[in-house]
């Protein structure tokens, strides 16, 4: 049986908020999960019949909402969902959130937010009825982005502990990585290596955090170099819906794996993104098939696992 007798989880909105005890739960129920799912699917199917998840999407998603979505219909629950609540929903009418929030929560035994604007996630948590999952808010964090990255970490390399991982790209806008640098400050010894254009780089409130949880940090670290020594290249997306036209023009094609870069990739090394990529990663499909160093579609088919098991966690009786 999954998570009996266990304090109850309230609302996520910050990576911190997932500590290595609830990750490590989490990701062996994950692993149990994905085998039911393999064999005996209907099993699943009994463990949140009658509970309802609303989605209140008002960014773009794919990943974060599917998963969710799937993840709560295989668990034998119900779905209402705003896939662009901007448009959609009463927010269109000049509703404030915290009033949509009132309402959704007195129709759903969660909510699962995504938001143009950094902070929303934690309105949406005090005023909500029922636990609010951060599915990202702004440029501010995506914490089950997070704990789906920790998990691949850890199918992928096999440990949570010593190791060497790059952070490429837009480590300013992009929510994914810093939310993923609140959980490898948990961990020890870690090695992060930082390579962003100079207007890209990640917070100094972010660096000195991890400092001074003792995460070695390189920042400005040469691409190419940390291509050859990671054992996680951890590319990203400029975040082009959060910047201004000159500013993305002038920091894109930068930092491009293709097939000469992937060649500097050791062979137990693994590539992960959050997705979706486009012009960072440029390899043919064939490759990204059947290379073993290429996580990322892995990385997005355990969202689902982890999220299932967090559903459960959060809505069990
Ligand atoms: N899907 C991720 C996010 O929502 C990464 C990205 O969009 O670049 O933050």
New binding site residues.
Partial sequence: MFFTKRPKLESIVDANQLNPELLSRLFSDADKIRRTEAHRPGKNRKLLKGKVMATLFYEP?T??RFSFESAMLKLGGSVISSENAGEFSSAAKGEKLEDTIRVVSSYADCIIIRHREDGAAAVAAAVSNVPVING?DGKSQ?PT?AMLDMYTIKTELGRLDNFRITMVGDLAY???VKSLALLLAQRKGIELLLVAPDSLRMDRGTVSYLRSKSVKVTEDADFEGALKKSDIIYM??L?KERMAKDEYDASKSLYIIDEGRLSLVSPSARIMH???HVEEIDLPISVEKEDKRVAYFRQAENGLYVRMALLIELLRK
Wanted: aromatic content about 0%; cysteine-free; hydrophobic content about 5%.
């Fill in positions: 998603s990943r974060t990202g995506h982005q992009g929510r994914t990203t997306r975040q959050p997705l979706p």
